[in-house]
């Protein structure tokens, strides 16, 4: 943590994925993943006032969202599975 603290007082901004590869003595990803979950709760400890807020999802209004239970994402989830060669009880019988 001390070594983040650092890396944020000397650049202004969060160590990055390859930041961690290079010469700034931070811990490995696999180190920080290990000890926080993920680069970006590390991040949030050292600097949450740094995380970039996410944008709120936007749709086009009117615009229908295709969900799995409609027949199109139903027949896409379906298709999905005999690629990848997992077809499901309902999927062998050919149900919906």
């Known amino acids: 943590m001390a070594a983040g603290r650092r890396f944020v007082a ?3 901004t969060l160590p990055k994925a390859t930041d961690l590869q290079g010469c700034y003595g931070l811990s490995s990803g696999r180190m ?6 993920s680069l970006r709760q590390f991040q949030g400890r050292l600097a949450p006032e740094l995380l970039p807020v996410p944008a709120p999802a936007r749709r ?3 615009a ?3 969900g799995w239970g409609r027949p199109r994402g139903r ?5 999905l599975r005999r690629e990848c060669g997992r077809l499901g009880a309902q999927g062998a019988r050919g149900g919906g």
């Open 10 to 12: 000397q650049h202004g």
């Open 32 to 37: 920080i993943r290990h000890l926080c979950g």
């Open 60 to 62: 086009r209004p009117g």
């Open 64 to 66: 229908r969202r295709v």
């Open 75 to 79: 027949a896409r989830l379906h298709a």
